[in-house]
């Protein structure tokens, strides 16, 4: 397949001409610079870009009786540069997702959003929770702040070892903590 060149770099070649060697590298567009000064709003680029048919045509628009440049769109067609005989397309060869013309891949502000990412999971975590039938819970960071507060604090037992049950010694739980905790207050010590 030859490679081909559309209309509007022939036109815009034409236009350009009258700027001597800014525009051009040897006898190939400049199409950084063009880019750039198109961006910038350059007055004398684009005084020269309005007298273009072609340009005016297709990407000039008026509303309400003004007259918009689409430099976005010339700004595209300029910097697409893979034109092959009578078929050019400004989407890359390859099958993905894409956001605002961008694919997830090469994009850096791709975020993994998924139900109760604002929640903690409250887990029924021994075998009397499982017993009770405890159902598994999500507490909203927002909702639930003071119950999720309350999970995360500091506990009052902390590496309690328990004796006993001819096991020798073992580090208890949570929920023996909170056992021996109940059973000391019942008690009187």
């Known amino acids: 397949m030859a490679k081909i060149e559309p209309k509007i770099f022939d036109e815009l070649k034409t236009a350009l001409v ?13 199409r950084s610079k063009l880019t750039d000064d198109l961006r910038n709003y350059d007055e004398a680029l684009l005084s020269k870009l309005f007298e273009v048919d072609f ?13 918009l440049f689409q430099i976005e769109q010339l700004e595209e067609a300029v910097l697409y540069n893979d034109y092959w005989d009578t078929s050019y397309t400004k989407y890359e060869n390859r099958v993905g997702l894409a956001s605002k013309g961008k694919f997830l891949e090469d994009s850096q502000d791709v975020v993994l959003d998924f139900p109760f990412k604002d929640c903690v999971l409250t887990a029924s975590m021994t075998k009397e929770n499982n017993e009770e039938g405890y159902d598994d819970a999500f507490l909203n960071e927002v909702i639930e702040k003071d119950e999720i507060d309350r999970l995360f604090d500091k506990k009052v037992f902390v590496n309690v070892k328990r004796f006993g049950d001819n096991q020798g010694a073992q580090h208890s739980t949570a929920q023996h903590s909170t056992a021996q905790h109940s059973t000391a207050q019942h008690s009187g010590r």
Do not use: R, T
Request: cysteine-free; proline content about 0%; glycine content about 12%.
């Open 18 to 30: 009258s700027f001597g060697d800014k525009y051009f590298v040897g006898e190939e567009l400049n």
């Open 55 to 67: 340009i005016k045509q297709h990407f000039i628009k008026e509303v309400a009786g003004q007259k």
